[in-house]
C-alpha cells in the first residue's frame, strides 16, 4: 500500500502546486471562486473534519476540545500580533508566512493519515483523497485571490506541495502514537476553523451567496458519495 499512498500523496501535491498558480483577475469571477471554495471549506469542516477529530480521539475524549480551543486561540493571537506590530507593507506577506505553516503541518497530517486509512482498505483510502483533492485545490486557489499578487518564493511552494508526500513517508517510516496524532489533529482543526471562517467567509458586501451555496451542495455530494471514508 505505500506505493499507492506515495502516489496519492503526489497527486495532492500537484494539485496544490498549480492551483496556487491560479489568478483570476475579474472581480465578479474572484469572488464567485471564492464564495464556492468557502462553501466548500465550511462544508468540509462540519462534516469532515471535525467528525473525524472527535471520532479519532479515542484517548483525550473531551478534552479534543481544548486543544481545538488552544489551536485556535493561538492562531487568533498570532495573527493579532502581525495586524498590531507590523508595517502594514509587509503584513500580507507576513500573513501568508503563518498560514503557510498551518497548511504545510494540515497536509503533513492527512498524509499520516492518508496511510493508515489505505492500510486498512484501499477502496476508503482512495475514496478518502477526493474531498481532500477538491478542498485542497480550490483552498488554495481561493487563497491565493484573498492575498491577490503576493507571490510564494518557488522552493516555498516545492515544499507546501510535498508536504502530503511527507507526512505518508512519515507515517511508513515513524509509529505515530494514537494520542499525539489526536492532538496533532485537534490542534490543526482548531487553526482551520479559525482561518475558514475568518479568511474564507467573505466580509459584509463582498461574495456571492448563490456560489457559496453551491460549494456547500458540491461538498455534501461528495460526502455522501465517500461517506463513511472522511476524516
Known amino acids: 500500500m505505500i506505493y499507492l499512498a506515495i502516489c496519492y500523496g503526489l497527486l495532492l501535491g500537484v494539485i496544490h502546486f498549480f492551483s496556487e498558480s491560479i489568478q483570476v483577475s475579474k472581480s465578479r ?3 464567485r471562486l471564492i464564495s464556492f471554495a468557502a462553501g466548500l471549506s465550511i462544508a468540509y469542516l462540519f462534516l469532515d473534519l471535525l467528525p473525524h477529530t472527535y471520532h479519532t480521539a479515542v484517548d483525550l475524549r473531551e478534552w479534543v476540545f481544548l486543544f481545538l480551543l488552544l489551536g485556535f486561540t493561538v492562531f487568533h493571537l498570532i495573527e493579532k500580533y502581525i495586524y498590531q506590530h507590523t508595517e502594514s507593507d509587509r503584513r500580507m506577506k507576513d500573513l501568508k508566512e503563518v498560514h503557510s505553516i498551518a497548511f504545510f503541518v494540515y497536509h503533513f497530517s492527512v498524509g499520516i493519515a492518508l496511510e493508515e486509512i489505505l492500510r486498512a482498505s484501499v477502496l476508503e483510502g482512495s475514496l478518502f483523497v477526493v474531498p481532500v483533492a477538491f478542498h485542497a485545490g480550490l483552498s488554495s486557489a481561493s487563497l491565493s485571490g484573498i492575498h491577490g499578487d503576493l507571490r510564494e518564493r518557488m522552493w516555498v511552494r516545492v515544499l507546501l506541495s510535498l508536504s502530503t508526500l511527507a507526512g505518508v513517508l512519515f507515517a511508513t517510516l515513524i509509529h505515530v502514537p494514537a494520542i499525539l496524532y489526536s492532538i496533532l ?20 458586501e463582498k461574495g456571492k451567496p448563490l456560489y457559496f451555496v453551491l460549494g456547500l451542495i458540491f461538498f455534501l455530494g461528495l460526502h455522501l458519495i465517500t461517506s463513511g471514508t472522511g476524516w
Do not use: M, Q
Open 29 to 31: 469571477a474572484r469572488w
Open 185 to 204: 489533529v485537534s490542534l490543526i482543526a482548531g487553526v482551520l476553523l479559525y482561518i475558514i471562517v475568518r479568511e474564507f467567509l467573505p466580509h459584509e
